[in-house]
């Protein structure tokens, strides 16, 4: 069944748009991350313009989110302080990263940047995920364990001023690191259409040690509040959220999220990160193609926005 969409401009099969958000959704619960870094994808290869590709998703990971951090915070697997931090600083890059959405927009550069972007992106956070996953299953097999950072032995990052103490997470570091890193995942999210989770994620784990058991609710509640100003400032700057198919991916994307939650609780810490590590390695290996390959169409002819 064909549906027809207002701002894309194209007509959709609603049962394939269904399925992809329930699909993504599944995935965002099971991993903590928003589900951009696959759909926006998934939109722009099934022919939605990249720039309502972006700021749709952006609805979508808002409905998600939601659902996903009430299904954790009721398990208590969220730490709200932590959440906090990173929220406040992403809201600051999202303002930032519209701005430079819109910019780029004007100059006719943003479809290659989004590319340019995801390749650069996918392949090195996903490379590092699958070898630090790859050599802690290998330490568990052979019987070894798995090396632990010791209690106060910090790394300078966390050393600077303004430490502040989280305890569900049981970590007390400097709010600095936390506050760049919530804010180049605003930015990011804006211009890219991901909520960032496949970032925040592995530099939790990696670089703050936050338990794994908190990571995921930590990281939807953050998406949660990030990726709704990002779809409010995308639909006053640029007219750009597709409210129809943004319903579409929220309706699929919210009965998805639900049955993720639950089986992200059982998996392993190694487990976790490698399969995580594959979609994110998936993803970019799909845009490297992108650059790469030949074309269907050598030229294309398109309207250009107009500079205000």
């Known amino acids: 069944m064909q549906i027809y969409l207002p ?15 329930a699909a993504v959704g599944f995935i965002s619960g099971m991993f903590g991350v928003g589900g951009g870094f696959l759909m926006t994808p998934l939109l722009i290869f099934v ?3 990249p720039a ?3 700021a749709t998703q952006a609805a979508q990971i808002t409905a998600s989110s939601t659902s996903g951090a009430i299904s954790y915070w009721r398990q208590k697997a969220l730490d709200e302080r932590l959440a906090l931090v990173l929220s406040t600083s992403s809201i600051l890059g999202t303002i930032v990263g519209v701005w430079t959405f819109n910019a780029l927009r004007r100059a006719g550069q943003l479809d290659l940047t989004i590319n340019l972007s995801y390749v650069a992106l996918m392949s090195f956070i996903g490379s590092f995920m699958l070898f630090e996953a790859l050599r802690a299953m290998l330490r568990r ?3 070894r364990a798995i090396l632990k950072r010791k209690a106060g032995n910090h790394s300078w990052y966390q ?9 569900k997470s049981q970590i007390c570091v400097s709010a600095i690191p936390l506050v760049a890193l919530g804010s180049f995942i605003g930015f990011a999210g804006a211009i890219l259409g991901i909520g960032g989770g496949f970032i925040l994620i592995p530099a939790l784990i990696y670089l703050f040690r936050v338990k794994t058991s ?9 998406l949660l509040f990030s990726m709704m100003v990002t779809t409010i400032l995308h639909s006053m700057t640029n007219n750009s959220v597709d409210i129809v198919l943004a319903l579409l991916l929220i309706v699929g994307g919210v009965f998805g999220v639900q049955f993720g939650a639950r089986v992200g609780q059982k998996l392993r810490g190694e487990q976790f990160r490698l399969l995580l590590a594959l979609l994110v390695l998936a993803v970019g290996l799909r845009f490297g193609l992108e650059l790469v390959l030949k074309p269907e169409e050598m030229f294309s002819v398109r309207i250009q926005d107009s500079i205000p």
């Open 7 to 21: 701002i894309a401009e194209i007509s959709v099969d609603v049962f394939l748009i269904l399925g992809m958000g």
């Open 47 to 49: 022919g939605i313009p």
């Open 52 to 54: 309502v590709a972006v």
């Open 141 to 143: 097999r052979r019987g």
């Open 159 to 167: 050393k600077l001023p303004l430490r502040v103490r989280f305890y």
């Open 214 to 222: 908190v990571v995921v609710g930590t990281s939807i509640l953050q």
